[in-house]
């Protein structure tokens, strides 16, 4: 047992190293984005705050504070796009929530959401978690059935396999938020308007009649992404070809 | 004595807060919009039959906003349709906004400019800006179908201002007529006695055997002591054929009015004199050729016409008390034909989040002057009004509509609370009593909540905040300070992996012990299978202790050595072949083994070494056998090898 101490000794101070350079790696630029918010240049602060977020990719607060400082430029769509990324990462986060909900209601045009009902429930479920810890959990489930099944065998305690049993059930129920997560992340890509009007068009060409003209905010799904162009689909059903220019993904 | 300093300090702290309070309330009271008075369409365009919608929109601080007073408007006829309050105070910020709703009808096509509309706010006068209409389709001739006439007293925001008449003859000296047989004008009411605050329909209507064309009033009707509402005279309408003491008359409809007396006793109503125009040339040979020859309401721009003032005998409508008997104590004074529906949005809410309860009054009556119901106080629930909205309907049965208000109760405890029943008592002509309507009470359940932000409450205390109330946030949360920064998720790859990895070593350990688990079941019931198979183990265990003691070549050495020996062999062939290891002899043994088919050198051996080790244990120290027992031993592994391939 006491050869292993010097080992866990490394291992312990080979993660507090990390985080400690992580921590310590850029404090002076997080302290001028701050003053900047706080002095209301918010222009530097949006700045400062996206290089630190590209740098600290999983530091969810920096997304958050660049959505604010967005916000405060009046830029609705950039910030909706910087909460977005940030929910990805702190899906419960409650002012991150505020933040985005804020944004939806300001919006003017509002769109009819006429994808079903439960589909829509369902995705709010959810996206209440990182697609990794659903998929951490998923594992989990069947870690723990695996090992009660283990000890039942072993041992012969009929209770470990009945637990087993109850993780396993729970196991196979999560594969499907697992699954609409997985199917999220590979197939599912979300667009949000950052300019102030953005043209929707029946084709992929300058030349091509405008449907509607969608205002800064408006999220839609990506369907298909030809040249310069993308398809999208609005919430209401409405689909229609777009400039790059005018969207950002999420 | 610091404590008895620090309690002298107490009332000046509590002051300097008070005054920090009012003093930051006061700011927030302040920071007010300003005002902006902006006029907004539901369309510029529009046929000649098709409605404008028009809403003044009236957007700030102000609580006082009163009706705009609108000029007459060249080629539209105007009707008041309503009005909307909406004022909200949010983290302290005050915004009010009042909708008023116009109707515009056009009266012939062509390009319009409506002139700036003046709107008093506060006592301060704010205009619109000039907006450009335009109006299509019909007859572009310019002749006015008929004239409608806004009311003096009214506050239906139309104004009573003469239009340019597009008559080639002006009226002149001329004497209104009241009884010529041949074109007059009559006023009619729906009834001649009333309640202050009771519908009273007056329809004015011209009976004509000329081919005449209605133009506008000359002089206004005198509605004093009422609160008028015009009623407007559908564009399709057609003057009917009608046969009064033998003659055949044209009849039409030229203008309705919704009156309420505001007043009891008798209310004259002076009709007023109404210009028409009349055709010069000779009368049609029939009465009937008249009719398609020129309609009372389309005749040509272009005829040679002669101007005619119609007037007619004044009404007296009697406006009686309303009844004391029967009176509740808390009758609004409202009259008219109502029904009351009311809902909240929300049964359970957290702490410090608001309900809205919304009354919603439908009915015939003057809508505008309808009071919300008092609400009784709530220990412990913060009440402010919200929207108030007033939707009016002009139809030939007079003035109906619906009027909505919205009521917002925030509690700051949790449990429950009750939104108590309402109660709306009005007159109703119709039963000719007072009438009660109620709303349910409404219990809410609170929940614990989160604190209540100051901010957001700071401005609701003042007299005008209790105007209206919205709760919804209005700014982004604060930023984040103090966070750690990390580039990787906590709960990323690196733990899912590691969770999966786990998970996959313990189904290889549960595949394992799954079948160790299946094959001790299956020995625990098979004891021959068992002792079969721990034999040659048993065995190899039993030989490795002889060979230790075949180091030890004392006398006692030896002994043991050969006990050691017939034991391993006695237990190895009674576990082999499922014996019991009483009474084995190696005769049995040999019996097996020759039914096993093992050669003949092999249990030639096999007894040898039974017979050496069995005679070595009572063998005395000098007649020990001298025997290669490592030879024997290798023939006994041997053997159990054979035997192991045999099972």
Known sequence: MRKFIPAFILIVLFFASRNASAIDQKPEMLQQAMVAYGEERFEDALNLFEQLATAYPATWELLYNAGNSAYRLEKKGKAIVLYERALQIAPRDKDLRANRKLLTNLQEYKLEDKRNWYWRKWREVVNMATPHEIYTANASLYLLAALCWTIYFFFSKSFFFKLGRVFLILFILSLFPAGTSFWEGKYYQEAVVVSKDTALKYGPSKSEKVAVTLPEGITAAVKEDKGAWYQIQLKDGTTGWTLHKDWELI | ?647
């Open chain 2, 1 to 647: 004595m610091s404590i008895n300093k620090s309690h002298k300090h107490i009332p000046l702290f509590a002051l300097a807060l008070i005054l920090s309070v009012n003093l930051i309330s006061g700011v927030y009271l302040y920071a007010a919009e300003a005002v902006k008075v902006t006029t907004r369409f539901d369309k510029r365009t529009a046929d000649v039959s098709e409605q404008i919608q028009m809403e003044i929109f009236v957007s700030g601080a102000a609580s006082n906003v009163l009706a705009p007073r609108l000029p007459a408007i060249d080629g539209f006829d105007m009707y008041y349709a309503g009005r909307r309050n909406q004022v909200s105070i949010i983290n302290g910020i005050k915004s009010s906004s009042t909708t008023f709703t116009y109707l515009l009808a056009p009266t012939r096509p062509g390009n319009f400019t409506l002139p700036p509309l003046e709107v008093q706010v506060d006592g301060q006068s704010y205009q619109t800006s000039p907006i450009a209409l335009e109006i299509t389709g019909g007859n572009a001739s310019g002749s006015s179908a008929q004239t409608s006439q806004p009311q003096a007293g009214a506050q239906a925001p139309t104004n009573n201002q003469s239009r340019p008449s597009p008559s080639t003859v002006q009226p002149g000296d001329l004497q209104p007529t009241i009884n010529n047989s041949e074109i007059f004008m009559r006023l009619v009411t729906d009834k001649l006695q009333a309640y202050p605050g009771e519908q009273v329909m007056l329809t004015y209507t011209i009976y004509t055997r000329l081919s005449a064309r209605a133009e506008q009033f000359e002089e206004d009707p005198d509605l004093s002591g009422f609160w008028a509402e015009e009623i407007p005279i559908p564009k399709d309408n057609k003057p009917e054929r009608v046969s009064l003491e033998g003659a055949p008359y044209l009849k039409a409809d030229i203008k309705r009015i919704a009156l309420f007396p505001t007043s009891t006793g008798q209310v004259k109503i002076d009709p007023g004199v109404f210009r028409v125009m009349v055709k010069k040339e000779a009368r049609p040979s029939s009465l009937f050729d008249e009719f398609f020859d020129q309609s009372f309401f389309g005749g040509s721009a272009f005829s040679q016409r002669e101007t005619r003032l119609l007037t007619a005998e004044p009404l007296n409508i009697t406006v009686r008390p309303l009844p004391k008997e029967g009176q509740p104590a808390d009758f609004s004074g409202t009259v008219g034909e109502y029904t009351l529906k009311s809902s909240v949005d929300l049964k359970m809410v957290k702490q410090n989040e608001p309900v809205q309860l919304t009354l919603v009054f439908e009915g015939l009556g003057n809508l505008e002057i309808l009071e919300k119901p008092p609400i009784a106080e709530i220990e412990g629930v913060k009440v402010y009004d919200t929207d108030t909205s007033t939707e009016i309907k002009r139809g030939p049965g007079g003035i109906s509509g619906r009027k909505t208000f919205e009521i917002t109760f925030i509690p700051s405890k949790e449990g429950t609370f009750d939104i108590p029943s309402m109660v709306f008592t009005y007159f109703s002509p119709r039963e000719n009593r007072y009438q009660t309507i109620k709303t349910p009470l409404y219990q809410i359940k609170v929940n614990p909540g989160e604190k209540e932000d100051p901010l957001l409450m700071l401005g609701r205390e003042g007299k005008d905040a209790r105007k209206t109330i919205s709760v919804k946030q209005q700014d982004v949360h604060y930023i984040k300070e103090g966070f750690v920064m990390r580039d990787q998720a906590l709960v990323g790859p690196p733990v899912f992996r590691g969770v999966a990895i786990a998970g996959a070593l313990f189904t290889f350990m549960g595949i394992g012990c799954f079948f160790y688990r299946r094959r001790q079941d299956k020995l625990s019931h098979d004891v021959a299978l068992k002792r079969r198979l721990y034999a040659t183990r048993t065995l190899k265990q039993h030989l490795k202790k002889v060979r230790r003691l075949a180091s030890n070549r004392s006398p006692e050495g030896v002994r043991k050595l050969y006990e050691e020996v017939a034991r391993a062999m006695f237990i190895y062939f009674a576990d082999i072949f499922n014996l019991s290891n009483k009474g084995l002899t190696f005769r049995m043994i040999e019996d097996r083994l020759s039914e096993l088919a093992i050669d003949k050198e092999m249990r030639t051996q096999l007894r040898h070494l039974f017979e050496t080790a069995e005679m070595a244990q009572f063998a005395t120290s000098s007649s020990l056998p001298d025997l290669d027992l490592n030879a024997h031993l290798t023939a006994l592994e041997s053997l159990a090898r054979i035997l192991e391939k045999k099972k």
